[in-house]
Nanobody, 116 residues
Framework: QVQLVESGGGLVQAGGPLRLSCAAS????????MAWYRQAPGKQRELVAV???????NYADSVKGRFTISRDNAKNTMYLQMNSLKPEDTAVYYC??????????WGQGTQVTVSS
């Protein structure tokens, strides 16, 4: 059974950092392309960052230069280092495959709140 567990969210002041984690089980994590998503209140879920099995990365324009996606295949865990946070980064953050790979069951997400 596939399980994705996001953690690391919290309340942070604008300009501050936060590091999110995504622990995966039930998939061969080391072979998977993985992604971070976020959903703000009243908005659609949006793709934030993608990382291939080999470690190549891609980012949404809104987070480029501030966020860094990484993975530790030995721990079946993916990370999102978020720096220079802005109030508009406030959202629930989720991990999953990219859309073209087919989603697995969504986790509960982790809330990130950035105060101005």
């Amino acid at each position: 059974q596939v399980q994705l567990v996001e953690s690391g969210g919290g309340l942070v002041q604008a300009g501050g950092p936060l590091r999110l984690s995504c622990a995966a089980s039930g998939i061969i994590f080391s072979t998977e392309v993985m992604a971070w998503y976020r959903q703000a209140p009243g908005k659609q879920r949006e793709l934030v960052a993608v990382i291939t099995a080999g470690g190549s990365t891609n980012y949404a324009d809104s987070v480029k230069g501030r966020f860094t996606i990484s993975r530790d295949n030995a721990k079946n865990t993916m990370y999102l280092q978020m720096n220079s946070l802005k109030p508009e980064d406030t959202a629930v953050y989720y991990c999953n495959r990219p859309p073209e790979r087919g989603f697995v069951t969504w986790g509960q997400g982790t809330q990130v709140t950035v105060s101005s």
